[in-house]
């Protein structure tokens, strides 16, 4: 079996200002981050690694996306429209993806519902993916650049408004749409319960269709519907993450496993989900995972480690067993 393993969000020590990894039993994560071949790729980006691993190149993350939570769906020109909260903060507006939301299904549903109903002349339809996932269809490719939603998480979004030719009309809609859901029944009902409005959308994910798209990966096990749609478009594949490695599952091999539950914790800066997750990983996988690889059941295992501006990798191969005069590596000694 060779196994490829990504975990986005693993080197969070880079942005914060202590190790977040202190006091927790991490053995088995040391011993695979010190015993294998370790350099840095081209990538800047475990997106930009992801779209040179199955041919991406400028597709757009809506048309991969909508085709997991959305099959049947027709073809044409998709963009996210993922629901958000926006809170005033002094002379900014922060954004908080739907993780703070929890929206019910039921009321993501209304929503869109209203959305369509009021913006029915503008040439677009919103449609619902899951509650976290919207998208909207277009008729036409607007003249447009847009900021992904993870990059703008916790920020303020001002400088991450969309650009281009068209971007003030974009700039309209947006406050359109914030005053619309500001008004409807069901962040009325947020508010009286003490929970966060689905008080704007966020625009983003433009591309060109997910057409062309090759991989050297079997199979894909992932949660995230951009990895799982990337390895659906290529023809592999696609599984669910497990909530653990089985050396048996014989649906690994030659596989790529993404596991982004830690990227999830850093992204909205909980650092202490961020090390209970990573503590639940080191029982479900890195753990069986260094003993699949140390009793020859896995032959290669390469560790795909994103951080702050680079990739690295780590590459346990079958002769690396052998190297026993490598010691177990800290994550913070992991290069930055």
């Known amino acids: 079996m060779h196994l490829?393993?990504?975990?986005?969000?693993?080197?969070?020590?880079?942005?914060?200002p202590y190790d977040p990894c202190d006091g927790l039993a991490l053995d088995a994560l040391r011993e695979l981050l010190g015993r294998g071949d370790g350099h840095t790729v081209t990538e800047t980006s475990f997106d930009a690694w992801l779209r040179n691993s199955f041919n991406a190149?400028?597709?757009?993350?809506?048309?991969?996306?909508?085709?997991?939570d959305m099959p049947d769906r027709e073809a044409g020109f998709w963009m996210r429209a993922d629901p958000v909260h926006l809170r005033p903060d002094r002379d900014r507006v922060m954004l908080f993806d739907a993780g703070v939301l929890q929206l019910q299904d039921?009321?993501?549903?209304?929503?869109i519902a209203a959305l369509n109903m009021q913006f029915a002349a503008d040439g677009m339809v919103f449609h619902f993916g899951s509650a976290t996932r919207w998208y909207v269809r277009l008729d036409r490719v607007p003249a447009l650049t847009t900021v992904?939603?993870?990059q703008v998480v916790g920020q303020d979004i001002h400088p991450h408004l969309p650009k281009g030719p068209e971007a003030l009309q974009w700039h309209r809609l947006l406050n359109e749409v914030q005053m619309f859901l500001y008004t409807h029944a069901v962040n009325d009902a947020?508010?009286?319960?003490?929970?966060?409005?689905?008080?704007?959308?966020?625009?983003?994910?433009e591309g060109r269709a997910a057409v062309g798209l090759a991989s050297p990966f079997k199979a894909v096990m992932a949660d995230d519907a951009w990895a799982r749609g990337l390895g659906q478009g290529a023809g592999v594949?696609?599984?669910p993450l497990a909530n653990g490695f089985d050396a048996s599952d014989g649906r690994l091999s030659d596989g790529l496993v993404v596991i982004d539950r830690l990227a999830q914790c850093a992204m909205r800066g909980d650092i202490a989900a961020w090390r209970?997750?990573?503590?639940?990983?080191?029982q479900g996988w890195f753990k069986p995972l260094l003993a699949a690889w140390q009793s020859g059941k896995i032959e290669s295992l390469r560790l795909v480690l994103p951080g702050a501006g680079d990739v690295r990798e780590i590459v346990l191969s079958r002769s690396a067993r052998w190297k026993i005069?490598?010691?177990?590596l800290a994550l913070a000694n992991v290069a930055h």
Not at 106 to 111: M, N, T
């Open 325 to 328: 005069w490598r010691r177990p």
């Open 106 to 111: 039921v009321e993501a549903q209304a929503l």
């Open 148 to 150: 992904p939603l993870a």
């Open 276 to 282: 209970d997750a990573l503590q639940a990983l080191e």
């Open 4 to 16: 490829t393993l990504a975990l986005p969000e693993l080197r969070i020590r880079a942005s914060v």
């Open 190 to 205: 947020r508010d009286a319960s003490g929970r966060p409005a689905a008080n704007s959308v966020w625009f983003w994910g």
């Open 237 to 239: 594949l696609t599984y």
């Open 57 to 68: 190149g400028d597709v757009g993350v809506a048309d991969v996306t909508r085709r997991v």
